[in-house]
């Protein structure tokens, strides 16, 4: 799922301030399960900010609407009423909520509430780890299901840097060294000869690099008529 | 959320229909009372609305709160803890504590919107249900009681160490304060006739309870000294001189012997002893009774049958009796052994026997109304009708010997039939609640114990030489002691499965494992959940509620609406307190009147545990206008829930970095650990300043 976490309030609070009539909308998906843009944090948050603007002595109508998904057109919709009444919309969804929102309503501020960071998911209650690149050609069946592209700094590709120490990694000691991970494993599933494999250069055309990624099912479309 | 939203919740709750189970105290109850509802009020010390809830149900609340035989406790899911909720003390003390029980509440007029009229004969708890119940619908009805005073067996039957007279009083004063008319000294039968009542009203009600007392068909009962059961109560409660010998024996193992020997106990130092055919854990009184009367001095004689009463000059001397070995058969129908050849014998001047009660039904001779052979009414249950279509009858003629408040529900019952019958319809009855089964053993033997608060009683020294009310009711500390005990049966999590985001949090934070995924959506099993509402508090969706939460986040709305108001006649420094209901009293201050001290600008709201406290609930309290926020939490070893205290302190910590945030100050939002030794006067000395 996709992890984010919400922007210190101070400077949540900098960017809405100047709206009287600001919207705060939530997001069921992802960002309630990490945490970050649930109905529980939406009104959290939207009590903060009517408590500092209060606390500012600013008249601000601060009301909250949630959204089941909000990168979808149809989920967005209903809210149309509410967002043009808006000064200003505050979204906790992750970065594709904001823009979808972005994208429905052109004329309208739409500021993000949320720092989107990663694909990840939870290792315990409160903790969440990063670990998919989406690189756009997945190589978890050599590397033990372990990404390096995700989890080593420096995206190597065919086993560790020079940094590698006692299993951690260089930038930092609280970090697992990726491929000191992908060695155990594969070592302890008897397969340590595809560390001998040698991986060319990656194309990284269907990441990032090719320009903003599509994936088209034309199965799936719906036919105009 | 608002007070309208609370109700449309309330209303729409899926719990609430058919599909979930009732807390077994109110399936138990046979009016149903919603005992739940109305000890999580006073563990909240919102007495009003407790009393509220008890008088829904029940139109005589400070006499059931003091007699009553409480099947609701032997059904309690507590009792699987430790030991039940104290359900019927807490009833009482709703009644003394807002002098609903003193008469100083008075109940008021309900006009009379209906032509139509309804005799009800006899006064006691039946007659007087049902007479309510009409009365408050805008009939006109007119209670007719042979005796002066009306209550029936409340008032001749039990004694006032048990239900003192004024508060009888007081509870019937605020029955008949509805609109009822009540004629006493009007014997049916004698002072006017069965049939004028018949060719006088609507509907005629027989209420008239079983006033006779039977006697034993063994040689001597016709002796001087021998005497039955009412007739005594009925003399003693009337403050009528009794002849009664110094060695006397009562006959019978139920609540009306028992009655009577205490109440003998109490005419002088009499020696008091009970003959009774059952083994003293078969005899049908209940426990509690039994262990007054032993503490009183009543010595107990347990499977003995009388063979017969010896005399000398026409007076009884002597009780001759036989074991008895067995007192039912294997169907348990009452059908005793006897071991003839072991005998005993009990010198006495007084036998008093209190075998079992009968109507006097021959009032209703010529009337059309029909008694069969064995001298019981014929009498439909299903449509409360005797043979005579527009009279009904109710309360222990019908139902036999039992409790007040099965009398009660009867009474309720004959209402909903004489009204049905009136409008032409076939009634609507009260249908009977499928109560939630036990605590899954695991779970009760991890929970918090804690015992059920003992009720203050006279000293027995004090005890059998007068009618003094022998228990003296809850201290208001005891009272929000033993309410918050509740488990709030059925009042727990409940998911919304259309905004469970399957994120995990209810399964990983609930203190008793309770939540479980079934497919992709959280489901908490209400047999096993203790309704702490943690997880409703974490839950990033919001997709649970807990009926006990939504209750407590009402009182939170109106505590913050009123805060708004008295903010600003304050001045500067309002400051809001979240008390746990729990921690309350295990300061060192116990018996401190927090309310009663409360410093001026120190608002306080009683919340079940502050781990159901939500980070927007708090900031809430700031943005309308608390300048400071405290909570107390019970110290880690005490918390009633396990882990509320931690879950809190995390949680309260999050809420301080937004504080810091937004420039008010975390400092601002402070935590108290209750503990043993911990003052809360202190904590509000240092608050208010
Ligand atoms: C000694 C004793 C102790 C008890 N203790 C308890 C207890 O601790 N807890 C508990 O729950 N229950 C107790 N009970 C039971 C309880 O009192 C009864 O269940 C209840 O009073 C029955 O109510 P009722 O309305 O059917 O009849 P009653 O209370 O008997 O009332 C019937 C009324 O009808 C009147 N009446 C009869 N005939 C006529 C007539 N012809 N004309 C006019 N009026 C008439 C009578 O005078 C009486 O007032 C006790 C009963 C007794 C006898
Ligand atoms: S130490 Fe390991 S994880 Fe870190 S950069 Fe080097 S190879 Fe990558
Ligand atoms: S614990 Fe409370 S709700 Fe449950 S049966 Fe006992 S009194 Fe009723
Ligand atoms: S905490 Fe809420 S969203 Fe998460 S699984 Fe439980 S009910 Fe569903
Ligand atoms: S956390 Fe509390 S309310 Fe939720 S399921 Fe567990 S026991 Fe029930």
């Not at chain 2, 005799?119 to 042979?146: C, F, M, N, Q, W």
């Not at chain 2, 009183?296 to 070995?325: A, N, Q, Y």
């Not at chain 2, 109304?369 to 019981?376: A, C, F, L, N, P």
Request: proline content about 5%; hydrophobic content about 40%; charged content about 25%.
């Amino acid at each position: 799922m996709i992890v984010g976490s919400q922007k210190p309030i101070e400077e949540i609070i900098a960017t809405t301030c100047d709206y009287k009539r600001l919207l705060v909308i939530g997001c069921g998906a992802c960002v309630t399960v990490c945490f970050a843009g649930g109905e529980r944090e939406t009104e959290a948050l939207a009590s903060g900010l009517r408590l500092a603007m209060k606390h500012k002595k600013i008249k601000a109508e601060i009301e909250v609407e949630m959204n089941v998904r909000q990168c979808e057109w149809e989920f967005i919709e209903p809210l149309a009423d509410k967002v043009e009444a808006a000064d200003a919309v505050l979204s906790t969804a992750c970065g594709v909520g904001v823009q979808f929102l972005a994208e429905r309503f052109p004329e309208k501020r739409i500021l993000p509430a949320l720092n989107t960071s990663f694909m990840g998911g939870p290792t315990e209650q409160g903790v969440w780890l990063e670990n998919c690149g989406g690189c756009g050609n997945c190589i978890l069946a050599s590397t033990g299901g372990i990404c390096p592209i995700a989890r080593c700094a420096k995206t190597m590709l065919n086993g560790p840097c020079g940094g590698s120490q006692n299993g951690k990694c260089e930038v930092s000691k609280d970090i697992d060294c990726a491929w000191q991970l992908i060695y155990d494993r594969l070592k302890s599933q008897g397969l340590l000869q595809l560390m001998t494999d040698y991986t060319p250069p990656k194309d990284w055309t269907p990441a990032r690099d090719g320009g903003q990624r599509k994936i088209v099912r034309e199965d799936l479309k719906i036919p105009n008529d | 959320m608002s007070e309208e939203n609370h109700i449309e919740h309330q209303a729409n709750c899926p719990k609430k229909g058919h599909l979930w189970p009732a807390p077994p105290c109110q399936a138990a109850c046979p009016v149903q009372t919603d005992a739940r509802q109305y000890l999580s009020l006073i563990a909240r010390e919102r007495y009003h609305e407790a009393l509220d809830v008890i008088m829904e149900a029940n139109p005589l609340p400070s006499v059931i709160g003091r007699i009553c035989a409480h099947p609701c406790e032997q059904a309690c899911r507590r009792g699987q803890v430790e030991d039940p909720i104290a359900i019927c003390h807490l009833k009482r003390f709703v009644t003394d504590k807002l002098g609903y029980s003193d008469g100083k509440v008075k109940v008021g007029l309900v006009p009379q919107t209906k032509e139509k009229s309804i005799a009800v004969v006899g006064s006691g708890p039946s007659g007087l249900t049902a007479a309510h119940d009409l009365a408050r619908h805008g009939y006109k009805v007119t209670i007719y009681e042979k005796n002066a005073k009306p209550g029936g067996m409340l008032r001749y039957g039990i004694l006032d160490f048990r239900l003192p007279p004024a508060v009888l009083d007081a509870d019937i004063e605020n029955v008949l304060a509805v609109g009822i008319e009540l004629k006493t000294g009007v014997n049916i039968g004698k002072e006017v006739d069965f049939q004028d009542l018949i060719n006088d009203n609507d509907a005629v009600l027989i209420a008239v309870g079983l006033s006779a007392s039977r006697s034993l068909p063994i040689d001597g009962v016709d002796l001087d000294g021998v005497h039955l059961a009412i007739p005594v109560l009925e003399a003693i409660n009337e403050g009528q001189s009794v002849e009664l010998g110094n060695d006397v024996v009562v006959v019978g193992g139920g609540n009306v012997a028992v009655d009577v020997a205490r109440s003998v106990r109490r005419l002088g130092n009499k020696s008091v002893k009970m003959v009774c055919l059952e083994a003293r854990d078969e005899m049908p009184a209940h426990d509690w009774e039994i262990e007054d009367a032993l503490v009183e001095g009543v010595e107990m004689h347990c499977s003995w049958g009388p063979d017969k009463i010896v005399g000398k000059h026409g007076r009884v001397s002597g009780l001759d009796f036989k074991e008895c070995t067995c007192v039912f058969d294997e169907d348990r129908k009452f059908s005793p052994q006897f071991n003839e050849e072991k005998r005993n014998v009990l010198p006495a001047d007084t036998i008093i026997l209190a075998i079992g009660q009968a109507g006097e039904l021959g009032f209703l001779e010529y009337s059309g109304v029909k008694v069969t052979d064995s001298g019981r009414l014929e009498f439909n249950h299903e449509t409360m009708q005797t043979s005579h279509p527009m009279v009904f009858a109710t309360g222990e003629i019908t139902s036999g010997p039992g409790a007040a408040i099965r009398a009660i529900a009867g009474g309720h019952r004959a209402a909903a039939a004489i009204e049905a019958f009136l409008d032409e319809r076939t009634p609507v009855y009260q249908e009977p609640l499928e109560a939630l089964d036990s605590v899954p053993e695991h779970i009760a033997a991890s929970m918090y114990k804690t015992p059920r608060r003992r009720m203050p009683k006279l000293p027995d020294e004090e005890r059998s030489t007068d009618f003094k009310e022998v228990e003296l009711g809850y201290s208001e500390e005891d009272a929000l002691r033993e309410a918050a005990r509740c488990l709030g049966c059925t009042a727990g999590a409940f998911v919304d499965e259309s905004k469970c985001a399957a994120c995990l949090t209810c399964v990983r934070i609930c203190p008793y494992g309770v939540p479980e995924m079934v497919g992709d959506k959280a489901y908490m099993n209400p047999q096993a959940c203790q309704s702490c509402g943690f997880c409703a508090s974490e839950c990033p969706a919001k997709a649970i509620t807990v009926d006990l939460t939504e209750e407590h986040l009402l009182a939170l709305q109106i505590g913050l609406d009123t805060l708004e108001v008295e903010v600003a006649h304050l001045g500067a420094g309002p400051r809001v307190g979240f008390v746990c209901q729990f921690g309350h009293a295990w300061g060192a201050d116990r018996t401190f009147d927090a309310e009663a001290s409360m410093p001026e600008n120190i608002r306080f709201i009683r919340v079940l545990c502050p781990a159901r406290l939500e980070p927007a609930d708090i900031l809430n309290t700031f943005e309308n206008g608390a300048e400071r926020v405290f909570v107390t939490i019970c110290a880690e070893n005490y918390c009633h829930y396990k882990t509320g205290n931690g879950l809190t302190e995390r949680r309260l910590d999050y809420v301080r970095s937004i504080l810091d945030g937004i420039g008010i100050g975390g400092d601002k939002l402070v935590s108290y650990q209750i503990g043993q030794d911990t003052s809360l006067a202190e904590i509000l000395k240092e608050m208010s300043t």
